[in-house]
């Protein structure tokens, strides 16, 4: 059977893939559905792209996990680029489920339309807010 690690969206949790998980352990795989660094509970609201690939990369190595399917929902697919970057040995596949996909040197801000990025209101805290119909 295989290994997933499954890696959330932004604004979200690895507990979101907690019913997707069980559908697959159910068929006898191995799962794993962490919170990347940026979306735990006491984050720092100014966690950016560079330390959510670490923690993922940190999940996988400290588990010594390989031949893992590893899945990116949304940002979550950034993420997936990036951990591929720097452990690629470890993994058999990536899966960019429903995912932005980025070419080197790319942010999510070259991958939306052009006027998106005007619509984030930023917090004084870090935070980044999204109008709710944009959401």
Known sequence: MSTYVLIHAAWHTGEHYWPTASLLRAAGHHVFTPTMSGSRLGDQKTTGLAESIESVV????ER???D???????????VITGVADRIAHRLRRLV???AFVANGGESLSDLVPPHYPSFLTHV????????????
């Open 64 to 66: 010594n996990l390989g």
């Open 96 to 98: 960019y489920l429903s």
């Open 124 to 135: 004084g805290d870090g935070s980044v807010v999204l109008p709710y119909p944009l959401w």
């Open 58 to 61: 940190e999940f996988i190595s």
């Open 68 to 78: 893992v399917v590893l899945v990116g929902h949304s940002y979550g697919g950034i």
